[in-house]
Nanobody, 127 residues
Framework: QVQLVESGGGLVQAGGSLRLSCAASGGTFSSYAMGWFRQAPGKEREFVAAISWSGGVTSYADSVKGRSTISRDNAKNTVYLQMNSLKPEDTAVYYC????????????????????WGQGTQVTVSS
């Protein structure tokens, strides 16, 4: 029912920045908690950041805390992940995810807690 399309990935040098976007359609965006995950080759998908549908509560993985900011614009049905000071270890396919919730300030860390996923966007950080 909900379709998610990521964009904004690409090739950047270490220390650079990217802003990933996830455009949602097919549902009531403001009622969905959103998350960003990433998966590097040969590794498990890992949590990056999450945001409640109110936008008032956010959470970050330790690996990106202080370098990344998750935000959303419900009027545009879009969630963003601003990433600064990128490192080669940030190289991965980045996925956005959505889960319907009645709790305006709730977010989720586990991939299994999300219902809908985008196809991913590649982020490559060169040394």
């Amino acid at each position: 029912q909900v379709q998610l399309v990521e964009s904004g990935g690409g090739l950047v040098q270490a220390g650079g920045s990217l802003r990933l976007s996830c455009a949602a359609s097919g549902g009531t965006f403001s009622s969905y908690a959103m998350g960003w995950f990433r998966q590097a080759p040969g590794k498990e998908r890992e949590f990056v950041a999450a945001i409640s549908w109110s936008g008032g509560v956010t959470s970050y993985a330790d690996s990106v805390k202080g370098r990344s900011t998750i935000s959303r614009d419900n009027a545009k049905n879009t969630v963003y992940l601003q990433m600064n000071s990128l490192k080669p270890e940030d190289t991965a396919v980045y996925y956005c995810a959505a889960r319907h919730t009645f709790y305006m300030n709730r977010y989720y860390h586990a991939s299994g807690e999300y219902e809908y996923w985008g196809q991913g966007t590649q982020v490559t950080v060169s040394s």
